[in-house]
T-cell receptor, first 113, second 110 residues
Framework: DTEVTQTPKHLVMGMTNKKSLKCEQH?????MYWYKQKAKKPPELMFV???????INESVPSRFSPECPNSSLLNLHLHALQPEDSALYLC????????????FGPGTRLTVT | RKEVEQDPGPFNVPEGATVAFNCTYS??????FFWYRQDCRKEPKLLMS???SGNEDGRFTAQLNRASQYISLLIRDSKLSDSATYLC???????????FGRGTSLIVHP
C-alpha cells in the first residue's frame, strides 16, 4: 500500500476561522512533510517531521501550526489565514528524512475568503 | 542562481517522438536526485530516482552529470499519456531538504 490520504479534499474558510488539515499514511514511513503549492509553481516545503518530531520549519508563519500525533498521522492547524494562503496543500511521506523518495497525498485545495 | 533550474517549456512533441529535459543544480554537495511527474491539478508522483550510473525504466532514462551539475530525463516513443509537468528534485546540498525545480511542461499531440 503506497497511499497517502488527505482530508478534506476542498476547504473554504474565512480569515477568522480555525480549521485543520489531516494526512495519514500506513507505509511505516518515519518522515512526513507538508508542502504548499500555488498554481503553475512547484511545491514549496513548509515542514518536515522525522520520527514524530519537527525537524524542519521553512520559516512558515505561525498561523500554520503542524502536529504529528503519531507515526501515521500529520495535521496542519490553520488560524487567521490570509487570502494569499489559498493554495493546494500537499502532504508527503518517505521512509526516513534521509530517503528522498516521497509519496504524496492528493492534497487539500484551500480557499481563504 | 536558483538552487534547481528547469526550462519551463512547454515542449510540444508528436506521438512517438523522443524528448529530453535537463535540470541544473547549483550546489555541488547535492547527493540525491529524482524526477517526479505531476498531472494538472493532481499530486506529484515519483517517476524515478537518478543514480550516478544512470537509471532506465522502460521508455524513460535518467542520467546524472556531476561535472556539469545537471540531471536529464529522456522519454522515448512519447505517448499522449506522457503529457504532464516533469519536476526534478534535488536535496539541498549537504542537507536532507528536498528542493523542487519549477517543472517542465510536456505536451504530446497526435
Amino acid at each position: 500500500d503506497t497511499e497517502v490520504t488527505q482530508t478534506p479534499k476542498h476547504l473554504v474558510m474565512g480569515m477568522t476561522n480555525k480549521k485543520s488539515l489531516k494526512c495519514e499514511q500506513h507505509m511505516g514511513h518515519r518522515a512526513m512533510y507538508w508542502y504548499k503549492q500555488k498554481a503553475k509553481k512547484p511545491p514549496e516545503l513548509m515542514f518536515v517531521y522525522s520520527y514524530e518530531k519537527l525537524s524542519i520549519n521553512e520559516s512558515v508563519p505561525s498561523r500554520f501550526s503542524p502536529e504529528c500525533p503519531n507515526s501515521s498521522l500529520l495535521n496542519l492547524h490553520l488560524h487567521a489565514l490570509q487570502p494569499e494562503d489559498s493554495a493546494l496543500y500537499l502532504c508527503a511521506s518517505s521512509q526516513s528524512r534521509d530517503v528522498y523518495e516521497q509519496y504524496f497525498g492528493p492534497g487539500t485545495r484551500l480557499t481563504v475568503t | 542562481r536558483k538552487e534547481v533550474e528547469q526550462d519551463p517549456g512547454p515542449f510540444n512533441v508528436p506521438e512517438g517522438a523522443t524528448v529530453a529535459f535537463n535540470c541544473t543544480y547549483s550546489n555541488s554537495a547535492s547527493q540525491s536526485f529524482f524526477w517526479y511527474r505531476q498531472d494538472c491539478r493532481k499530486e506529484p508522483k515519483l517517476l524515478m530516482s537518478v543514480y550516478s550510473s544512470g537509471n532506465e525504466d522502460g521508455r524513460f532514462t535518467a542520467q546524472l552529470n556531476r561535472a556539469s551539475q545537471y540531471i536529464s530525463l529522456l522519454i522515448r516513443d512519447s505517448k499522449l499519456s506522457d503529457s504532464a509537468t516533469y519536476l526534478c528534485v534535488v536535496n539541498r546540498g549537504g542537507s536532507y531538504i528536498p528542493t523542487f525545480g519549477r517543472g517542465t511542461s510536456l505536451i504530446v499531440h497526435p
